[in-house]
């Protein structure tokens, strides 16, 4: 191969490295290994984890142990979806694309909003990419965010802002609600959760009205199982709808990859960030599908896109809309049934004990927090050592407490037992 | 080596009903799904949820048996080339093999369902697993300090400007432009807009490198960074890279690397000892993750020890007692970028790589990458495609190459874009074409180092035969491709009359 190149060595393919940056030592990284050494090594580290599958956990905020259908393994781990690019070559990537424009199709229903991106990275990044598309939308120059928003979202909207010299005003929670926030002509857009980030079911449409006469946008990060039982924000008039969507057959991988979704008026269509499928013909007039819009886009826009991102979460995509047909119109309200009626059972239980109180008394989905005044260390303690992870820990005193679909009424009947025993 | 030229050669199993979506096999009552039972005692939902704030009507979604999903699926997954099918050189993307022990890995229960909020004391192989990638990408970039947090190259980016922001800043300094050179990737000049500064492009020399004398002459104290890729978008190192680091530091602004062409130099030279401040990672591009046809993908950033107080939070560290932590406690930090630690299921797959190869192996696969680049430039011109598609720059190129189709647009009839649509009818994945954009009518080729001489032989063949065919018929490629599920799409209406989902 060296001959046909016409060099003498490979070293002299590097012709145009000067000498003085060759690295003149090996990288002080270890030698390789044998497939079956890798694997020893790596299961050696997975098995130092606490896994959902070696404890009963409660964990939730922002990632919930859900069940996900074998169907979606099979799927998302075939070569023809795993090992492709980013479909620059239509004509032989149709699979990726329908795949996209029928994940946009229930996303849409699921948000209520008429267009929806192909996935962006993740839930709270892309309640910053929602701020950037207010920001380009009407140029003002402060957010008003309610502390119902996950935490690590409104910090993400923050670094982007600093660059955008934008102000974010936090909106503090009203016995868990967000109250009506003050909006004003400076206002580019007023964000929201649904449910929060404390598990309550917002109140969104009044919000929304305060925003819109002050001609701000309104974002509303949303849980997407529980819009399967709520009113579709975007039909409450909220504008932009993202939200993470790793309880769509995604796995916890410790946070991510995961995706997440982000959904618009027809209005803001044109600002919308990421991939966008369509549907259109080929020459034959046979129906087919393109990624479209693509003058927002970097690769042909640069300086002037709607935003830098290109690799995006396709897979991760891919697996929601083969778990959301999985669940299906039915399901998806069945599955929602049932977290209400289990952690509307939890929270029941766990009230009943002296020493917890609950944290507020909105209606709630799948988690809720409680206030261990005072002896929420020890709970733990005796939690994590009866192989219980009883929650997340939001300050001294309080836990957030999320049901998913695996977790039983003995597993809840375990976790108010070992509170019991803890405060007893 | 003779290369059929059959007008139908269906490389997928055609179905009268491959045009229907997941929505039109839709039936009422039809499902897949049986919800857990029920087994604490039944409220009515009135009481936990109150009407008024509940859906009227269930979002349309489909009504599907499982048989149905999965035979679905699987025959939209034929409509789709993949690069365990075939050979996919994508210029820019190192469309690199995907070892099958990484998936294995990555879905240990131990990786793949543990929870991101999981205290650290339960979680400390994964903590150990992304510091130890950390210290691997430090090793390999030169630059010690490591933040995985970062979605995707592009994320990395803006990362790497909001660093540069909050630096200068933190020296009492406001500037405004960022430098990209005219070869950049889109992503460049996307995210400096972005990151809320102005853009200036710096041009390319004759010999496709920086232009030094205009990088002089727009290199000042208004400008905060410079953004680079070495080996450039052309597959070209800058020969000049010392001197180039050397104007962009003396009027204070800081060097940047967009590391999506790590995949030249692992092992050889490193960004940090040419003068670079902060180098994102493509872990999906020189690292192995899967493309998973647009992501996911991850982004690292490694910075010089000037940069690092201002890194992401939080930082993964090791404590004086040898055990794996969460660092929030990070007062200057440009703060986060996204929720909990970054994708770490490609962080296992990174590491796995890394391990796997280690230092010898990085070297070697980089070597091998720039060689199979050469080797197949070469081949090229043994077969005469040069002649109508001659190289950019004549030059030895690194991990990957542009040729520009002009000549073959007048000689030949057919443009880069009838050559790309041919090739799919010979069962390859066409190159990344009209980029970079100071190339006319561009081909990026990037073969990677993960395939065979015999495959390269064959890829320099089938476009020599393309040519001749052209040559002969031009309209045969002009109307190109034959073979594939569908044909040529009518992408302008795709964006006039935008259909972008399911009418119901």
């Not at chain 1, 939730?60 to 859900?66: E, R, S």
């Not at chain 1, 926030?181 to 929304?208: K, M």
């Not at chain 2, 995907?98 to 192989?125: S, T, Y």
Request: net charge negative; glycine share 8%.
């Amino acid at each position: 191969m060296l001959a046909t190149v016409g060099v003498a060595s490979v070293d002299d393919l590097f012709a145009d490295v000067p000498s003085e940056l060759r690295l003149r030592r090996p990288l002080a990284l270890a030698e390789g290994m044998s497939e079956q050494e890798v694997f020893t090594e790596l299961a050696g580290l997975a098995a130092r984890n606490v896994s959902v599958e070696d404890e009963i956990s409660f964990l939730g905020a922002g990632m919930y142990d859900t069940y996900v259908p074998a169907l979606v393994d099979s799927i998302i781990s075939r070569s023809e979806f795993l090992t492709p690019y980013t479909p620059y070559q239509p004509e032989v990537s149709q699979g990726g694309l329908q795949a996209m424009f029928e994940y946009q199709t229930a996303i849409s229903e699921l948000t209520g909003l008429p267009v929806s991106n192909a996935s962006v990275y993740e839930g709270p990044s892309a309640v910053a990419a929602a701020g950037y598309l207010a920001k380009l939308h009407n140029g003002r120059s402060r957010f008003v965010v309610s502390e119902g928003v996950h935490p690590h979202a409104i910090e993400s909207l923050e670094t982007l802002a600093h660059g955008w010299e934008m102000e974010v005003e936090r909106v503090a929670l009203d016995n868990g609600a967000t109250p009506m926030p003050a909006v004003d002509e400076q206002v580019s857009a007023v964000v929201v959760a649904q449910p929060n980030f404390l598990g309550a079911v917002e109140r969104i449409e009044p919000i929304v009205e305060a925003a819109h006469a002050a001609g701000a946008l309104v974002i509303c990060a949303a849980d997407p199982i529980p819009l399967g039982l709520l009113q579709a924000p975007g039909a409450q008039g909220v504008d932009i709808v993202v939200g993470e969507g790793q309880t769509l057959g995604n796995r916890l991988d410790y946070g991510g990859p995961s995706f997440g979704f982000f959904a618009v008026t027809e209005s803001l269509m044109r600002r919308m960030p990421g991939r966008i499928a369509g549907r259109t013909r080929d020459l034959d007039g046979r129906t087919g599908y393109v990624l479209t819009l693509q003058t927002r886009e970097q690769h042909i826009r640069r300086e002037k896109a709607t935003s830098n991102i290109c690799t995006a979460q396709a897979l991760n995509a891919l697996a929601g809309i083969v778990y959301l047909s999985w669940l299906g119109r039915e399901g998806l309200i069945e599955l929602t049934e049932l977290l209400v009626q289990r952690t509307a059972y939890a929270r029941t239980r766990l009230a009943s004990i002296p020493g917890v109180e609950l944290a507020h008394h909105q209606p709630v989905v799948r988690e809720f927090p409680v206030r261990i005044t005072g002896r929420l260390d020890a709970v733990l303690e005796h939690c994590y050592a009866s192989g219980i992870n009883p929650g997340y820990r939001l300050s001294a005193d309080e836990l957030l407490v999320a049901i998913t679909e695996r977790r039983t009424r003995a597993d809840i009947d375990r976790l108010a037992t070992a509170i019991e025993e803890a405060l007893s | 080596m003779s290369v059929t030229t059959d007008r139908r050669s269906p490389w997928f199993i055609a179905a009268a009903d491959d045009d229907l979506t997941i929505f039109d096999r839709s039936r009422p009552g039809r499902r897949a799904f049986t919800a857990p039972t029920l087994d604490v005692p039944e409220r009515p939902l009135d009481e936990l949820i109150p009407a008024a704030l509940r859906r009227a009507t269930p979002a349309r979604l489909p009504e599907v048996s499982e048989p149905e999903i999965v035979r679905h699926y699987n025959r939209l997954s034929k409509r789709n080339f993949d690069l365990d099918t075939g050979f996919y050189p994508l210029g820019s993307c190192t469309m690199k093999h995907n070892p099958k022990l990484h998936e294995r890995i990555a879905a240990l229960p131990g990786h793949a369902r543990l929870h991101p909020l999981q205290r650290p004391a339960a979680a400390q192989g994964a903590l150990e697993l992304m510091w130890s990638l950390q210290q691997a990408l430090g090793e390999i970039s030169g630059l010690p300090h490591v933040s995985l947090q970062p979605s995707a190259g592009s994320h990395g980016e803006l990362a790497g400007v909001l660093l540069t922001r909050a630096f200068h800043e933190a020296h009492g300094q406001q500037r405004t432009k960022v430098l990209t050179p005219d070869t950049a990737h889109g992503t460049n000049p996307a995210t400096v807009t972005m990151a809320g500064y102005d853009l200036v492009k710096i041009g390319t020399d004759a010999a496709g490198n920086i232009d030094v004398a205009d990088l002089r002459e727009k290199a000042t104290d208004e400008v905060a960074c410079l953004m680079l890729t070495n080996p450039s978008t052309l597959g070209l190192f800058e020969p000049q890279i010392k001197e180039i680091a050397q104007i962009v530091h003396d009027v204070g602004a800081t060097l940047y690397y967009d590391g999506a062409n790590l995949n030249a130099i692992m092992g050889i030279c490193r960004p940090g000892d040419m003068g670079f401040d902060i180098v994102h990672f493509n872990l999906h591009k020189s690292f192995t993750q899967p493309h998973g046809g647009g992501g996911p993908g991850a982004g690292p950033i490694a910075v010089s020890d000037r940069i690092e107080p201002f890194l992401p939070r939080p930082q993964v560290v090791r404590r004086e007692d040898g055990s794996f932590d969460l660092d929030h406690d990070r007062p200057r930090s440009i703060g986060r970028l996204r929720g909990f630690q970054g994708n770490f299921g490609v962080f296992v797959r990174s590491y796995a790589y890394i391990r796997s190869l280690g230092a010898g192996g990085l070297r070697e696969a980089s070597e091998v990458a720039v060689l199979n680049a050469n080797y197949l430039l070469a081949r090229l011109r043994e077969e005469g495609v040069l002649e109508h598609l001659p190289a950019a720059y004549p030059r030895l190129c690194m991990h990957e190459f542009v040729l520009s189709g002009a000549p073959m647009k007048h000689e030949l009839g057919i443009r880069t874009l009838d050559l790309a649509k041919r090739l799919l009818d010979h069962g390859v994945h066409p190159p990344t074409v009209y980029f970079p954009l100071i190339v006319e009518e561009a081909l990026l080729i990037e073969p990677t180092e993960t395939e065979t001489r015999e495959t390269l032989d064959r890829f320099a063949a089938i476009v020599a035969d393309v040519l001749r065919e052209a040559a002969d018929d031009p309209e045969i490629a002009r109307g190109a491709p034959y073979s594939t599920p569908v044909r040529r799409l009518d992408e302008a209406g795709a964006a006039r009359q935008p259909v972008l989902r399911e009418q119901f």
